[in-house]
């Protein structure tokens, strides 16, 4: 019996297998089919119980997190300003010395965040308004950056840049232009005047002034450095040409030696016009300033003036002197026209903490004028 039971063991063992394969089979059928049903209400956000916290990691994958981070960078650039300028440059064509002319850069904001100013910046001769620093502006609206410049007095080509810094991403910094060719409307002879001491009037005669553009103009002013050369005219007559008969005033001329005149009018195009003037001296100091350095108090020291005749005159040296009584004349020598001075210069006692002392050196013309020339000198250690 105990061999034929041994016998019987494997059939029974293989029918209680195969009915446990056939039960494992349909357990995992109905798991798909649970697995199934749990995806589908998932998906229309509805849990079923049998899939517990499992099936919410699969249909909750790290993608969706991307996605929103996504929509966040999108909502961001989409919130970026846009600063769009209509034009970057503005040519003004052909003006005329002196006039004040104005334009305008029209702009908008086309992204959809708000744009911010941060800074404004012009050059010389242009006066920015209408747009500051820390301004803002919403999303579609628009501004213009308004200027005025005013053209300068010498003819030729201008141009000018502006820039406007803002927090648009893609231009940070717009560089605007503006250009214009400076074209002379009134002529006037002669550009610049050289003035003589030895001749009357100074060799002024007169200045002949011309309209370019066939437009009448009347002469409104007359200015010159210390009122040394002044013109008679009737600012109510209209011309295209004028002649101003000038005037030296010998006394002043020689006390300022180089200046300037200016002559205001009404054209159009040209309200003012300037030429410069220089006066040949009746001499010519050199050195015109003397330097010392490293100096002791009481030590003298000596040095050398040329005084030139600019017309070729004789002339004789009266004096020689200083104002603090520093400089004595040593020697003088008379070469052609001109004369060699040799003089000591004897430094005073230091008297500031400064350790420099300083003076004037006269040179008085026998029955003429009196030379100066200014004297500084640095103390030994200073």
């Not at 600063?83 to 010395?97: A, K, N, Q, R």
Request: hydrophobic content about 35%; some cysteine; charged content about 25%.
């Amino acid at each position: 019996m105990v061999e034929r039971h041994d016998a019987t063991r494997p059939v029974a063992t293989a029918k209680h297998s195969s009915a446990r394969l056939s039960a494992g089979w349909l357990l995992i059928l109905s798991g798909l089919l649970a697995l199934q049903a749990g995806c589908q209400e998932e998906s229309s956000n509805v849990r079923g119980p049998s899939m517990g916290a499992e099936p919410a990691r699969i249909a909750e994958p790290s993608g969706e997190a991307i996605g929103v981070d996504s929509q966040a960078d999108e909502a961001q650039a989409v919130k970026s300003p846009r600063l769009v300028i209509e034009t970057m440059v503005h040519d003004f064509g052909e003006i005329g010395p002196g006039t004040s002319h104005s334009a305008k850069f029209k702009f908008k904001n086309t992204g959809t965040g708000p744009l911010k100013i941060a800074q404004v910046r012009s050059c010389c001769g242009v006066v920015t308004r209408g747009v500051k620093a820390g301004q803002v502006y919403k999303p579609g609206e628009s501004g213009a950056l308004e200027l005025d410049y005013r053209a300068s007095l010498q003819p030729g080509s201008m141009k000018r840049n502006l820039y406007i810094q803002s927090d648009d991403p893609l231009l940070g910094v717009a560089a605007l232009t503006i250009k214009a060719t400076i074209v002379p409307r009134v002529e006037y002879k002669p550009t610049r005047l050289r003035l003589f001491m030895n001749k009357d009037n100074a060799g002024a005669d007169s200045i002949e002034l011309k309209s370019l553009d066939g437009k009448p103009f009347a002469i409104k002013g007359f200015r010159s450095t210390a009122k040394s050369i002044t013109a008679d005219f009737d600012p109510s007559v209209q011309a295209t040409e004028f002649s101003l008969k000038l005037k030296a005033d010998m006394d002043k001329l020689e006390r300022n030696l180089k200046g300037q005149i200016s002559i205001d009018l009404n054209h159009p195009e040209c309200k003012n016009i300037r030429m410069l003037y220089d006066v040949l001296p009746e001499f010519t100091i050199n050195p015109q300033q003397i330097m010392l350095f490293n100096i002791q108090a009481g030590q003298p020291v000596q040095r050398e003036i040329w005084i030139l005749s600019n017309y070729q005159a004789e002339f004789e040296i009266e004096s020689v002197s200083s104002q603090k009584g520093t400089v004595k004349l040593l020697e003088k020598k008379k070469v052609d026209n001109r004369c060699q001075l040799k003089i000591e210069i004897t430094p005073p006692a230091v008297d500031s903490e400064r350790a420099v002392m300083s003076d004037v050196v006269d040179v008085k013309i026998e029955g003429g004028q009196a030379l100066t020339i200014q004297c500084r000198g640095f103390y030994q250690g200073s």
